[in-house]
């Protein structure tokens, strides 16, 4: 039958304003996490990374925030630029049976920039 | 700025063919992985390597999938035996805590 594709969630905001895009990880015992975005037809772009002794961290017009009681990451854009538009996934580190790291990554967020 | 290269950027197979994607990791990294992305699914962890050899797999990475560092630089991934279901993009990743992504192989079986 006809494969229907995963419905992604839609973030639309306006040109200029902040966006702050959620994600919530399954395993409390990971401790890096990712925020990759992706433009359509390419692979995922490491945006900024957070390890887990930090709640906080920034780069350029991007801040990653962590809430580990909960779970919980966003990233949040500052001045949101139509560039900015693509799907953002989430990806946490699972330190895997092996001993060795694998990443996970989330469902994903469509951010939609309004000129 | 080095990045990871994949190779073919599309790739168009007969069902039950043999199909090799091929990466060429960033030089100073130490773990590998490939990752599948069916069409507007997430993206979906299949094998990770390092040290030359398979650390960790997933379900999707049954007998018909094998990955192998051949020469220290290239890095494949072989599917055996194509089915329609395997039509995907193909990502190579590669870092030493973090991970970088190539651009994708897009793998179209008919």
């Known amino acids: 039958g006809e494969s229907v594709g995963l419905h992604l969630p839609t973030l639309s905001v306006q040109e200029g304003d902040n966006s702050i895009i959620n994600c919530a990880y399954s395993?409390?015992?990971?401790?890096?996490f990712i925020w990759y975005k992706q433009e359509s037809g390419k692979g995922p772009q490491f945006i900024i990374d957070?390890?887990?002794?930090?709640d906080k961290r920034q780069g350029q017009r991007v801040t990653v925030l962590l809430n580990k009681t909960v779970k919980h990451l966003s990233l949040q854009i500052a001045a949101t630029q139509p560039g900015d538009s693509a799907v953002y996934f989430c990806?946490?580190?699972?330190?895997?049976?092996?001993?060795?790291?694998?990443?996970?990554f989330g469902t994903g967020t469509r951010l939609k920039v309004l000129a | 700025e080095p990045e990871v290269t994949q190779t073919p950027s599309h790739q168009v197979t007969q069902m039950g063919q043999e199909v090799i994607l091929r990466c060429v990791p960033i030089s100073n990294h130490l773990y590998f992985y490939w990752y599948r992305q069916i069409l507007g699914q997430k993206v979906e962890f299949l094998v990770s390597f390092y040290n030359n050899e398979i650390s960790e797999k997933s379900e999707i990475f049954d007998d018909q999938f094998s990955v192998e560092r051949p020469d220290g630089s290239n890095f494949t991934l072989k599917i055996r035996s194509t089915k329609l279901e395997d039509s995907a993009m193909y990502f190579c990743?590669?870092?030493?805590?973090?991970?970088?992504f190539g651009q994708g192989t897009r793998l179209t079986v008919v």
């Open positions: 957070i390890r887990s002794n930090m």
């Open positions: 395993n409390s015992a990971s401790d890096y």
């Open positions: 990806a946490e580190n699972a330190f895997g049976v092996s001993g060795t790291y694998k990443y996970i």
């Open positions: 990743a590669g870092g030493n805590t973090e991970a970088f």
